[in-house]
């Protein structure tokens, strides 16, 4: 998968949990969840525009190695803010997809560029 992909999932996925904020602080009166889940799942994309001009291969996987801690604390906060009530299954389930599709596709951009450097 081309880098350019995954910087589109990430920067949707980014949009989306800015609307998930939103929906959290103004329909739900939640403000703690919200702020973590907002700064973790923003940061995912922001880490993945950073390894674009990385330094060096291994700046490059430092990078997506905090985008990959980055979506997986989202995952985290996710499945709280479900089992919270919070958010429904429908929204959870479809966040959860696109969270995990990020995750899968940082973690195996890591093993590529790792094994390049081999």
Request: zero cysteines; charged letters at 30%; hydrophobic letters at 40%.
């Amino acid at each position: 998968m081309s880098k350019g992909v995954l910087k589109k999932k990430s920067f949707h996925f980014a949009v989306r949990i800015v609307n998930l904020y939103k929906y959290l602080t103004i329909s739900q009166k939640e403000y703690v969840l919200s702020k973590q889940i907002l700064r973790s799942g923003t940061s995912v994309g922001a880490n993945v525009r950073e390894a674009e001009f990385a330094q060096s291969n291994l700046d490059f996987i430092h990078k997506l190695s905090i985008s990959q801690k980055e979506i997986n604390e989202t995952l985290y906060w996710l499945e709280l803010l479900k089992e919270t009530d919070f958010i429904k299954n429908e929204e959870f389930e479809s966040l959860n997809f696109d969270a995990t599709e990020l995750l899968k596709i940082i973690t195996s951009s890591i093993k590529t560029m790792k094994s390049k450097i081999k």
